[in-house]
């Protein structure tokens, strides 16, 4: 997996706010992006690196909440961090029930801030890297037979190959080339791995 | 037979006094003349011509007489009648000479009349006949008449004979059987009315007889009240006033008065009268006597008067049941009192409102509908409304049956007697209730609208403002980083404060505009007088300073020179100190909540405005920075009512300050300069 550079996105209708937010965010050499409105933003081409949004909840036009639903029907879950010149609880709750990660009522801490950045920046990626995961075992997964499928969740269970014969009513040599069928396939070095796959795509409601 | 001269002259003499006639002389009276004639030869020619004369006048006489008259024997024949005789009894002299007598007598009386006759001759001498008996006599037709019949014996040559006067008293007889008749129903009838007092006064007015009505009427017995004078039957007054003779005199001159009034029986009991006196005179017209008749008629009156009553009463009732009806269809409670406060009078609408009954409301009982509050406060504006003795009107709360209390508009109207003093209340008292809650809804509706325009200006404010601010400390922030040793980069720190100083120089921008917006808005300045401000706004205010409990006293002065403004702003201004004064005594208690506003020119070229509350106060320090946009003492104050007051003030060129109250509260003042100023 190679290393993207973070992307930090702002959008504010106020200029000084952006640049001063730019001129915070490069002291932690981060890379900026500086957006008048939220429809400016959803108008730039997707670029695939973890990052953060910074927005204003009151911006001109649309709320920032607004803009949050927006983003998360468009199925970009980049992390949000709102920027307030007032807060009220009842705004919070529902900014963060929504996804926010962090609701600031300015003036911010300028630590505060880029702590808040960094770590949604960290939750980003860390996503980022599952969410290809996923991708990458739904991927595999579409090359296994519904009997290797079957043989796959007998032996994440924790079945031997004679038990999954028995259950499978086949005889134990084609159980154990389904297994190493499976093993292959699924780029799994050990059944511990196996049940990690197994694991992540119940997880994720992939029905096997 | 002869007479001699001296017989002659006696018997003339008789005649001529009516005496009886001695008998000797009857052949010479009576005889028939015709008869007499050839009858008498050998009579001396004097003596013949005497008695003939004689017998000629008395033979007149006797024909002219008026009464019926025979002559009989001692055996009692008939030996002479006249003319009248001839009528009275209906026979011709021929049918009568010689027969019995008793052929005119009846019957019945025919036995003994032989024996009477021969009594009569044993005692002969004039008398009337038949002492103390009826007589009658017997008509040729059968029928009988009452006589009375005088006898006179009269000696003849023939003896004795009696000349008996008969005279018919048929009519004096009838006419004495009907006076008797009458008389006796007269006394029947005056003695036996029982109804009527009927009794006779003298002409003086006193009482000569008396009946059983009068009796029974006026209680007094015949011997108590006969030889009394009749005033004792008036009362009193009536006697001080002359009246009983009065009615006299009315009776003596028109013949008779009448009148109705009341009258006094003997044990002092009055009762109505119907009293008729008639005046009684004799033929010359001399007054003799009243007869006087009264009649009882306290029945009648009584029963007119129950009548009159009846009609009054039912005419009032039906006068009442119109203003009743009145009373009930107007949309109001309606009742009296009395001046100590109880009530006598309560309409419909009052009892269905209340579900109180009468008895249950009437006298004190109403207070019960009454909020507990309002009562106290009533019961302690009692005494001086009581001697202002003027109607007013005050909201009160009434409670409805069902427990809700509502508030009522409630005028009370004093009416007074001649003297001036209050007889009774009228009240009545309009629900305005829901009236209040729009007016309070509406007032809410304002506030809220009022806040939240303030809400969103002090966001819309604070937003402005806190933009350039964060930024300018962000960028403060980003150049100390980059100040660092370790990060040392001088091109991007002069870049971040480059960006501060545009930031911090945006944020004073933004607040000179804000001001500018505040004090410059369209303000179109003309006269205005200040005294009238205040009374316009302490008027649009009046439902707050009445939910606020607060009272307010103005000292205004008589002549104020105009200043030179914005109305509306200037009323702004008065309102934010009014709503200030009023939210500042919202939680004052155990005092009075009392609002002052003065006017009163200033040093020749101002106009000074104060406005004292009794309210919370303020220290020193708060005194400087109340004016501070934002500063608030209050929990759910915005901090910008004053805030604006001073924009206003000195937007105006004035000047406006506050100070703590003495004992309580705070003074907030402002000066204008006038018209001349300006």
Redesign the interface.
Known sequence: MKAVEPVVVVIDD?P??R???Q??L??AALAVELYASPGEYLQRKQIDAPGCIILDV?LRGSSGLDFQRVLARAGDRTPVIFLT??ADIAMTVQAMKAGAVEFLT???R?QTLLEAVLLAIENDRARRESDEMLANVRQRLEFLTPRERQVMVLAASGQSNKQTAGTIGVGDVTARVHRRQVMRKMQARSIAELVRIVEMLTNHGIKL | MSLTDREKEQLKAMIDAGEPMPARYRAVLFAEPHEAEPNSPGKTGEATDALRESERRLQLVVGAAPNAMVMISRTGEIVMVNAQAERVFGYSRAELMGQPLEMLVPERFRGHHPGLRATFFVDPRPRPMGAGRDLYGLKKDGSEFPVEIGLNPIETDEGTMVLSAIVDITERKAAELALRESEQRYSVLVDGVTDYAIFMLDPNGIVTNWNRGAERIKGYRAEEIVGQHFSCFYTEEDRAANVPQHALEIAARDGRHEAESLRVRKDGSRFWANVVIDAIKDDDGQLIGFAKITRDITERVEAERAREEARIAQSQSQQMEAIRLVIDTIPALVWSALPDGSVDFVSRRWLEFTGLSTEQALGWGYTAAIHPDDWERWLAQRPGRASAGVAFEEEIRFRRADGEYRQFLTRLTPLHDDSGNIVKWYGTATDIEDRKRAEALQAELARVARLMTMGEVTASIAHEIIQPLSATVTNGNTCLHWLEDKTMDLAKARSAVTRAVRDAERATDIIRRIRALMTNSETEKVEVDMNGIVTEVLALTHNELLKGQVSVNTALAATLPPVFGDRVQLQQLILNLIMNGIEAMASVAGRPKELTIETRAEAADHVLVLVRDSGVGLNPEQADQIFDAFFTTKPEGTGMGLAICRSIVEAHDGRIWASAGSPHGAVFQFTLPTDAVS
Do not use: I, M
Request: charged share 35%; proline share 6%.
């Open positions: 106020d000084s706010v640049e001063a937010l001129g915070l490069e002291t009151r010149g007032h300015k003036p911010y300028d």
